[in-house]
């Protein structure tokens, strides 16, 4: 393995810089948020709707950000306007989403790859799943020990146009970075992560409970543990 001309790295977050049960987490997270809105709307509904939010998210072509498609699924909610119902969902991310930090376990390898690509120059770019907040995705990066890096770019519902694995999601971030997929690495644990390759990314994958590979799958250029990687910065 050489990362000659490699001149940023994509890390997705969940299964790759933290351990996370995707099973447990999403049905609580779900669950969670439902209750604080559940004197508006009953939990079910609302579920109902997270979910049609995201599949419609999961089709965005670029011409909306993420933020802004969910909206246009979500609100008026039962009556309610957005500015009436955010001041719940900001609550949410305030004070109940650190709950689920119980589902997830700390990766102690994570904190030193990622010091040592800042180390190298690399551009560094946090590449995770683009349908929750920011706020929701630095505290589950506090969570991991690695919340206090300069990251070039996070990316979160409300700067995305699109969502993984859509190859647009991917090519906003080459846009962004100004670098051509050939000079970046993406490493994940997930065949959503290993897709970067149809644009000429080079991949690296980090087998974890989540991974989903099969013979019909992008397959990655590199494959091992974390710790690997520290090899080849």
């Known amino acids: 393995m050489t990362l000659k001309n490699i001149k940023a790295i994509l890390f997705d977050l969940d299964g790759t810089l933290i351990d996370v049960d995707l099973k447990e987490f999403i049905p609580t997270y779900m669950k969670l ?72 376990e700390i990766k102690p390898e994570a904190r030193s790859v990622v010091s040592k690509a800042f180390e190298k120059g690399y551009d560094v770019v946090i590449a995770t799943t683009p349908i929750i907040p920011l706020t929701a995705i630095q505290q589950r990066l506090e969570w991991a020990n690695v919340g206090d890096f300069d990251y070039k770019l996070i990316t979160s519902i409300e700067n995305m146009r699109a969502n993984k694995p859509h190859r647009f999601y991917y090519q906003q971030i080459f846009d962004f970075l100004n670098l051509p997929p050939e000079a970046c690495l993406m490493v994940g644990d997930e065949e959503k992560d290993m897709k970067a390759s149809i644009l000429g990314c080079k991949t690296y994958l980090v087998p974890s409970i989540n991974t989903n590979l099969n013979a019909n799958s992008s397959q990655p250029t590199y494959q091992g543990p974390l710790i690997d990687l520290l090899k080849y910065l």
Request: charged share 25%; no cysteine; aromatic share 14%.
């Open 33 to 104: 948020l439902s209750n604080k809105v559940k004197h508006i709307i009953r939990p079910s509904k609302f579920i109902s709707l997270l979910m049609k939010a995201s599949n419609q998210i999961d089709l965005n072509n670029g011409k909306m950000t993420n933020e802004q498609v969910f909206e246009e699924i979500f609100f008026p909610l039962n009556g309610y306007t957005r500015d009436e119902v955010n001041p719940f969902f900001d609550d949410f991310y305030k004070n109940d989403f650190i709950k689920l930090k119980v589902h997830t």
